[in-house]
């Protein structure tokens, strides 16, 4: 994670998907519900096709996600489902048969996927929620914007991915263009 937050400092566009990972933990005296995911999206144009820099994961652990397609005009949550083969996304949006229930004190660990094979945004999410306890809905946004590009036309002008799994002392940044 360190090593992203260095990355970030540079503004950098994730390439294909970027993700928001939050534990929702209810603190309020009453049970609510969310009952949607709201997407605010920023379109910048084209896919970067600059320098591509990435990092294999260590590992990952299973939660509840959703995807949201920012191709879209109006990006809805679907479940994906991640599995020993390939990924499913579901058709239907996730709450239109769906809500995530917390009783106080309960914890939920959600993610959300952002997905475009075709532009460059910046994007961000809100929760919405509800509670027969209160007069209107409450929205909750996650505070992250995040930024998402496509894989462009054009081939990266240069392709480096961080090796990690070299050890502390042989880990660095190390050019693959030619290995692709």
């Known amino acids: 994670m360190?090593?992203?937050r260095w990355f970030a400092r540079f503004t950098p566009y994730d390439v294909e998907r970027s993700a928001i990972t939050v534990d929702i933990e209810n603190t309020t005296d009453a049970a609510f519900q969310?009952?949607?995911?709201?997407?605010?999206k920023i379109s910048e144009g084209r896919p970067l096709d600059a320098v591509s820099i990435g990092y294999p994961g260590g590992?990952?652990?299973?939660?509840?996600?959703?995807l949201v397609n920012l191709d879209e005009s109006d990006p809805i949550a679907r479940e994906i489902t991640?599995?020993?083969?390939?990924e499913t996304i579901a058709i239907r949006p996730y709450f239109e048969d769906h809500v995530i229930d917390l009783k106080p004190g309960e914890i939920h660990l959600l993610k959300i996927v952002g997905e475009t094979l075709l532009g460059r945004y910046r994007w961000s999410a809100s929760l919405r929620i509800s509670s027969p306890s209160w007069k209107n809905d409450?929205?909750?946004?996650?505070?992250?914007?995040?930024?998402?590009s496509a894989i462009p036309e054009?081939?990266?002008?240069?392709?480096l991915a961080w090796s990690w799994f070299d050890g502390p002392e042989?880990?660095?940044?190390?050019?693959?263009?030619?290995?692709?």
């Not at 969310?34 to 605010?40: A, D, G, L, N, V």
């Not at 991640?82 to 390939?86: A, F, K, T």
């Not at 409450?138 to 998402?148: D, F």
């Open 82 to 86: 991640y599995g020993d083969g390939v």
């Open 170 to 180: 042989g880990a660095r940044l190390r050019d693959i263009s030619d290995l692709s």
């Open 154 to 159: 054009v081939p990266y002008g240069r392709d």
């Open 34 to 40: 969310i009952r949607s995911i709201e997407i605010e």
């Open 59 to 66: 590992g990952a652990s299973r939660v509840t996600a959703v």
């Open 2 to 4: 360190a090593l992203y």
């Open 138 to 148: 409450k929205v909750l946004p996650l505070g992250e914007i995040l930024r998402t």
